[in-house]
């Protein structure tokens, strides 16, 4: 029996987060500030939040600078709370054992455990604030937060990926424009995976474009550390659980000058999976990863240093889709 949390808790869970951040600012968010930051699926958004409101735990104003804002701090907001906002009421309202000998009539012999266990359930959540939950995502954005033995996500799973370059725009403007949102930045992100393909590894059970038609870029809030801008980003896609390879990393800005700046992308990225349905070799999927993040970065400076009303789908020029056509520094965009 595998415990965990349904898509609506698990989204309700992750949409609180979102609220929690922007808590001790008193910012509402929007329900696409939910869905950039935390990857909860557009049209599932407002009904995940709706959850939040009905249970009490946020409140929602109308309007241009209306959203969605916790009722109360995280410290007063249990995860019991959140977790019954999405999945009902947690308890044992029926028999564990369901029939059984005539002996049973009036108790099961799992009754006081099963009854034991609920509780223990019920106590470890209510036990565990919003504001907990708050601090440990945080320590795991920054890298400090110890990974637990039996932790069910292994970074082994994924390859780590470091990749930069420079644009010929300031880094304000750089800023003003990946902040913006992800909808522009996915036909980048579909290219750079065709050509990733052209590595001639085989993902899935068709072509590049079987791959292309799921890329969906999440662009989260931008905050600043010291002299850069950091944006989280990652893709996702839509499909067979596995077989479609997800980014999860974080973009950096900084100011070279005052005409140019660095766009620095770390993270890691989780490879599909081959058409037998087990991982692709190694040292390919190393160079499918470092080539798509290279590819995508290069698009995006492209798309970057381009006039707006020059821009086609996808951040292509007229006649310039091809590597060699780029500037000298973003073919030199290194590796580490």
Request: hydrophobic share 40%; charged share 30%.
């Amino acid at each position: 029996m595998d415990i965990k949390l349904s898509k609506r808790g698990d989204y309700v869970v992750r949409s609180a987060l979102c609220l929690a951040r922007a808590y001790d600012q008193g910012t509402r968010r929007k329900i696409r500030d939910v869905v950039a930051d935390m990857g909860v699926p557009k049209g599932f958004a407002s009904q995940i939040l709706l959850d939040l409101v009905r249970a009490g735990i946020a409140v929602s104003q109308a309007g241009k600078d209306g959203g969605y804002l916790l009722s109360r701090s995280p410290e007063e907001i249990t995860l019991l709370e959140l977790v019954e906002a999405g999945e009902g009421d947690i308890g044992s309202e029926r028999c564990a054992l369901d029939g059984g000998p005539c002996r049973w009539d009036t108790v099961c012999p799992l009754h006081e455990t099963w009854t034991k266990a609920v509780a223990a359930l019920r106590d470890s959540l209510a036990g565990t604030s919003l504001a907990e939950l708050l601090r440990r995502d945080r320590s795991i954005e920054a890298g400090t937060y110890p990974i637990p033995p039996d932790a069910h996500r292994s970074r082994s799973e994924g390859i780590a990926v470091e990749d930069s370059v420079q644009v010929e725009v300031p880094a304000e403007l750089a800023e003003l424009k990946l902040g913006s949102g992800g909808g522009w930045l996915d036909p980048l992100a579909v290219q750079a995976h065709g050509e990733g393909e052209e590595l001639r590894i085989r993902i899935g059970p068709g072509a590049a474009s079987w791959l292309a038609k799921a890329v969906t870029v999440h662009v989260g809030s931008a905050r600043r550390s010291g002299e850069e801008t950091l944006i989280p980003l990652s893709w996702d896609a839509t499909g067979v659980p596995g077989l479609f390879p997800r980014l999860v990393a974080e973009l950096r800005i900084r100011a070279v000058d005052p005409e140019r700046a660095e766009l620095s992308l770390t993270g890691h990225y989780l490879p599909p999976l081959g058409r037998t349905g087990q991982l692709l070799d190694e040292a390919l999927l190393g160079r499918l990863a470092r080539s798509t993040v290279r590819s995508f970065l290069r698009r995006v400076a492209r798309a970057l240093d381009e006039p707006t009303g020059d821009r086609r789908a996808g951040g292509e020029r007229s006649g310039s889709g091809q590597d060699q056509d780029e500037p000298a520094e973003h073919r030199q965009a290194v590796v580490r």
